[in-house]
C-alpha cells in the first residue's frame, strides 16, 4: 500500500502540490532545479552591473535614488534565489565558483552595454517585463523554496517596470533629443529581449522535462509571444517604433506577429561572444576576489570572539 | 524576475556534476555559516520566518536581515538563528507525526451543534 | 616640537587666506548647504560600492547607507534652496554647484579605496554625524530640526555598522588589521575639519540654528578611542591636518566626483527626467 518514494514524488506533482527539501526527489529534478534557480540568482547578480553603470550619472538625485533602490532589490533577489538552491544541497560559494568558471551562465541580456541614460528606462520597461511575463508562472513551479522566493520577488518587482516606463514616458515626450535618446535605445534593446525568452521550444529539448517535472510552467514561444502583445501597445503609447518590419496585427490569430529573431547573434551571445560577456565575468570575480581578505577578516573576528560559531555548518533549514 | 538560460550544444548535461563541485576551495572564503531571519511586522504579531542568509556573526547577522529583509516596512523586530539550531522534523514520519491529528473533529468548534436560539456560542 | 602633547595639537595645512562666505549667500544657507554636500558627495561615493561588495549581504547594506545620505542631502538641499528664496530645487543645487561653492568636509570625497578605506572614512563621518544630528534635532530651525531628528536614528545604525567593520577588519586578520590601521592613519588628516568652526558656524550657532562643531569633538574622540581600541587599533599620532572643504578649497577628487554627478544637467540643460 506504501507508494515508492518516486511515485510519492509523481503524485506530489500531479497534485500541483509543492515538493520540499525534505522530500525524495530524483537527481535530475535536483539537478535541473539547482542549474536552474542557480543561473536565476547568478542573472540577477549580474544584472546589477548594466543598470549600475548609471547610477553616479542620473540625471536628478530623485532617479538616482530610484535606481540605487532598484540595483539593491536585484541583490537581495539573487540572495534569495541562492538561499532557496541551497536547500538543494549546494553551498552559496560552489554556485559563485561555477559561475566565475564558466561552467554556470546567466541570462544573455546582461551582455548588453548601456549606452544612455534611457537605456535605464528600456531596461526597466523590457527587460523587467519580459523577465515579469514568466514570473507569475515561477510562482506556481513545484520546488516549494524556489515558489517562495517568486512571490517575495514578486511583490517587490512591482516598481521595477513601472520606474523604467516612466523614466521613457518623461522622455518621449521631452526633447526632440531625449526622444531619439529613447528610440535608440529601443533600437538597441529590443531583439536582446525577445531573445531572452530563448530558442524556439521545438530547438530546446531540455524545454519537455522541465514543463514534466512542473519547474517550468509555460512555454518559451507562448511567453515571447506574451511578451509582444503586451508590449507592442505600450509601445504605441510611447510613440517609439520597435525595429521590426514584420510586427503587426493579425487579426485571425488575434495576436501579433513579428519577425525572427537573429539567432546567430543569440548563440554567440550564449557561447560568451557578446559585446560585454568578459567584462561582466571580470567585474564579478574581481569583486569577489577583491573582497576575500574581508571576508576572511569577518571569519576570523567571530571565530576568536564567538566560539559556538566555530562549529556552525552550512546546513540549511526549509 | 525570471531568466531561462538555454543550453547549447557541448554543454555539460544539466543533471551531470561531479563531487567536485560541491567541493569547497581552499582559500575561498565565504560570508559564514546560514542563519534564519524572523521578523516581526507588528506589535503584538509573532515573529514569522521571512528567508535566509550568510553571515560569519550574531550581529552581523542581525544587521544583515535589518538590511535584506526589513527595507519595505516589514518589521519591528528581527530575531536571526543559525540554521544548524534548526531541528526539523523528519518527512519520513509525517504521517506518524501529523495524520492522527485529522481524525481528532472533536478538537473543532464546528464538531459542536449548538441551536441557533441559544445565539453566538 | 616634539612629545605626546604637541602631537594632540593639529598642523592645519594652510587655507588660502581671506574666507569669504561663498557667493555672498546668508550664513543660515551656507551652514545647511554644507551638511547637505556632506551627504550628497557621501552618497556618490557609496554608490560607486554597488555590485562591487565584498558579498552580496555588504552589497545590500552599503546600498542602504548610501539611499540614507542621498535622502538627507535631498532634504537639507531642499531646505537650503527653500531658505535661499530664489527658487533653487536640490537638483540645481546639486548638479549647478562647481567645486568652489561646494562645501562639503573634504573626508567624503576621499576615494573608497579598499573596504578598510571605506570603513574608516564611514567610522569618522558617522561618529561625528551622530553628535550633529543629535544636537540639531533640537536647532531653532525646525525644518533642520526634524530632518536631524530623522538623520539620527541613520546615523546611529550606519555607526553601529561602521563601528562594527572597523572592529572586525581591525581585530580581524594580520592582513585585514594592517589595512585598516593603514586606511585610519590615510584618512586620519580630515578628522579635524569636522570640528573646526569658522564664521558660519558660529553665526548659526549664535542665531540657534546651528552648533559650534568645537563641542562635538570630545564626544566624537571618546566614540573613535572606544573603536580603535575594541578593533586594536592605534590612533594615530601625526599631527598633520587638512581643512578648506568647508570654504571650497577641496581635494583633486571633488571634481571628478562632480563631473560624474553633473554630467546629465550639463550636457542636457533644462530638461525633464
Known sequence: MDLSPDDRFQAILDADDKIEPTDWMPDGYRQTLIRQIAQHAHSEIIGMQPEGNWISRAPTLKRKTILMAKVQDEAGHGLYLYAAAETLGIGRDEMQHLLHTGRHKYSSIFNYPTLSWADMGVIGWLVDGAAITNQVALTRTSYGPYARAMVRICKEESFHQRQGYEILLTLCRGSAEQFAMAQDAVDRWWWPSLMMFGPHDDESPHTAQSMAWKVKRVSNDDLRQQFVDMTVPQAEYLGVTLPDPELRWNEQSGHYDYGEVDWDEFWQVVKGDGPMNRERLANKVGAWDDGAWVREAAMAYAAKHDGRLRSAGAGGAA | MSYDVPRMAGDAAWTEHDADDHARRPGDEGSGPMWEVFVRQRRGMSHVHAGSLHAPDAETALLNARDVYTRRSEGVSVWVVPSSAVTASDPDNAASMFEPFAEQPYRHATYYDIPDEVGHM | ?273
Not at chain 3, 552580496?56 to 542602504?64: G, H, S, V
Not at chain 3, 561646494?102 to 579605496?113: D, K, S, T
Not at chain 3, 581643512?243 to 553633473?262: A, I, K, P
Open chain 3, 1 to 273: 616640537m616634539t612629545g605626546p602633547e604637541q602631537s594632540r595639537v593639529p598642523f592645519v595645512a594652510a587655507s588660502p587666506q581671506g574666507m569669504v562666505v561663498a557667493g555672498g549667500l546668508p550664513a543660515h544657507v551656507v551652514y545647511v548647504l554644507r551638511l547637505g554636500d556632506d551627504n550628497l558627495v557621501m552618497a556618490q561615493r557609496l554608490g560607486e560600492w554597488i555590485s562591487r561588495g565584498p558579498d552580496l549581504e555588504e552589497d545590500i547594506a552599503l546600498a542602504n547607507v548610501a539611499l540614507d545620505h542621498l535622502g538627507q542631502a535631498r532634504a537639507l538641499l531642499a531646505h537650503a534652496g527653500a531658505l535661499e528664496g530664489m527658487g533653487r530645487t536640490e537638483d540645481d543645487l546639486a548638479m549647478g554647484r562647481a567645486e568652489r561653492d561646494v562645501h562639503n568636509l573634504l573626508l567624503v570625497e576621499q576615494p573608497n579605496g579598499d573596504f578598510a578605506h571605506t570603513v574608516a572614512r564611514a567610522l569618522f563621518l558617522d561618529a561625528y554625524q551622530v553628535e550633529l544630528w543629535r544636537v540639531l534635532s533640537g536647532s531653532g530651525d525646525a525644518t533642520l530640526g526634524g530632518i536631524a531628528a530623522k538623520a539620527l536614528k541613520e546615523a546611529r545604525y550606519h555607526l553601529r555598522h561602521s563601528s562594527a567593520w572597523a572592529v572586525r577588519l581591525g581585530d580581524g586578520t594580520a592582513l585585514s588589521h594592517a589595512r585598516m590601521q593603514a586606511a585610519v592613519d590615510d584618512l586620519w588628516r580630515f578628522t579635524f575639519e569636522p570640528f573646526a568652526a569658522d564664521a558660519v558656524d558660529l553665526a548659526a550657532a549664535a542665531s540657534g540654528v546651528g552648533v559650534d562643531p568645537e563641542v562635538l569633538r570630545a564626544p566624537w574622540d571618546a566614540r573613535i578611542d572606544a573603536v580603535l581600541t575594541e578593533a586594536t587599533l592605534e590612533r594615530p599620532s601625526d599631527p598633520y591636518q587638512r581643512t578648506g572643504g568647508r570654504q571650497g578649497f577641496h581635494t583633486e577628487h571633488l571634481g571628478h566626483v562632480l563631473t560624474e554627478l553633473q554630467w546629465m544637467q550639463r550636457t542636457f540643460p533644462g530638461l525633464h527626467w
